[in-house]
């Protein structure tokens, strides 16, 4: 059995008699529960399925600001209930190996992805020598088990691409993208696009959107000629493109679903932060632009998890899934608080799937965290910032102020170097206690599946 080390151990336990106290005071719904849970996560153990779920550019502001909105300021959500919460640094490296303050969410995942910092922009590749690094799903692979990602950007988008695909850089994600990886093409003897690359490595679940990028044609090799879907099928994926197709999938066979020509469309839609503020708005819980038959992350987590789970029904090993709540960080970056909340919340949606699983599966280590901080911050009402802002009506019926000014109007909001929250429960779950570094995440899930 893995024992934990004297300081985690120390930490959780310190932790542990700090909830206990706080459960015997409020005497609340489901405290005994959480207390259990929290005792059983300081254990060691091995875990026999790794689900992590990772909420891009989904910092403690994007976290409060979807509690605000959704359930109230002493409201909980999904992602709340964790027994177990730490923080964990987010910083890439420069070429030399110094730190890069603020990350990218290219070399933020192949920082957990592999365990190695490397320099933004860059995808499971070292920062200096440019040498492609074995990934958490390759090891998973190697050691017999199942594996999936699920997102809602395109599946070739960084976070996702970190863990079956090496480029130098991020946006060589189709054959017809490759101008700035020119070693990593298929005619200088490289590996080729995070497209072909990631059907190449037959991951078992790849759902998400980028069908434009699968809709490339190979321009070398083996495939020549071929969409990177058409290699996918002589590979022999099951290509499904909405919810009803999604679901008819078989077990037994990989899946690959290509559910939008670029990123999955948002849930929610609203009007953008503007100079000087908005009016107050209530967000609309629906968008025209998503097609009725987009599956929600939700619903791919759980599509997902049953194909990784009978794929591996008669053998000892589980599975290692991934899923993304992608967008967070795009409707961030784009300063629009209701799309960002509508993904919020359907993130956390998909983190309900997953303890839910875990809650049957106690033998299943989940973790949620985000990739990288980001720009949205709640500020008083009275407050008249320089950037974009806007006004909100929560749930509660309370106005809600939120502020972009990471950037100058106009332009794309930036990502920030704040360390970010990382929550766990089940085997091995002790390890994010503390202040723990990005890298940390990849030791914890080898330990977990015992990743030779």
Aim: with cysteine; glycine share 12%.
């Amino acid at each position: 059995m893995h024992r934990p080390s004297r300081r985690h151990l120390t930490v959780a336990t310190a932790l542990l008699a700090s909830a206990t106290a706080v459960v015997a005071f409020t005497g609340g719904a489901g405290a005994t529960d959480t207390k259990q849970q929290a005792e059983n996560a300081i254990q060691g153990g091995k875990a026999k399925n790794v689900i992590l779920l990772i909420g891009d550019g989904m910092g403690d502001s994007e976290i409060t600001l979807a509690r605000d909105y959704t359930v109230g300021a002493n409201g909980r959500l999904n992602m709340d209930r964790f027994p177990l919460t730490g923080a964990y640094t987010t910083y890439s490296v420069h070429a030399d190996g110094t730190p890069d303050y603020v990350t990218d969410s290219a070399a933020s995942g192949s920082g957990w992805a592999t365990g190695v910092k490397t320099v933004n922009g860059r995808i499971s590749k070292t920062p200096g020598s440019d040498k492609a690094v074995r990934t958490i799903l390759e090891l998973a692979q190697k050691n017999g088990y199942a594996t999936g990602s699920v997102t809602t950007a395109e599946l070739t988008d960084a976070t996702p691409a970190v863990l079956a695909s090496h480029v130098t850089d991020r946006s060589c994600q189709g054959p017809g993208d490759m101008a700035k990886c020119a070693k990593d093409a298929i005619a200088a003897g490289g590996p080729g696009s995070i497209a072909e690359q990631s059907v190449n490595h037959k991951v078992d679940v790849l759902f998400g959107g980028g069908k434009q990028r699968f809709d490339q044609k190979v321009t070398d090799g083996r495939y020549k000629g071929l969409t990177v879907t058409e290699q996918a099928k002589k590979l022999g994926y099951q290509v499904v493109t909405d919810s009803a197709s999604m679901k008819g999938a078989k077990a037994g066979k990989p899946v690959l679903g290509l559910f939008a020509p670029g990123n999955v469309p948002v849930e929610w839609t609203g009007k953008p932060a503007a100079v000087g503020g908005t009016d107050a708005q209530r967000c609309v819980t629906s968008n025209p632009g998503r097609p009725s038959g987009t599956p929600s992350l939700a619903d791919s987590a759980t599509k997902a998890i049953q194909l990784l789970e009978a794929k591996q029904k008669h053998s000892k090993k589980g599975f290692f899934l991934q899923i993304e709540g992608a967008s967070i960080d795009k409707q961030d970056h784009a300063a629009d608080p209701c799309g960002q909340i509508g993904e919020t919340a359907a993130f956390d949606r998909a983190v309900k799937v997953a303890r839910d699983y875990a809650a049957k599966h106690p033998d299943t280590l989940v973790v949620t965290t985000a990739d990288h901080g980001h720009s949205s911050q709640i500020v008083p009402l009275e407050a008249t910032p320089p950037g974009l802002s806007s006004t909100l009506v929560t749930n509660e019926g309370q106005q809600l102020k939120v502020n972009y000014s990471t950037n100058t109007p106009g332009q794309s909001q930036e990502h920030t170097g704040t360390e970010v929250r990382i929550a766990a429960q089940g085997p091995l779950a002790y390890r994010v206690l503390g202040v723990t570094n990005q890298t940390d995440l990849f030791t914890t899930v080898r330990e977990a599946l015992r990743l030779k």
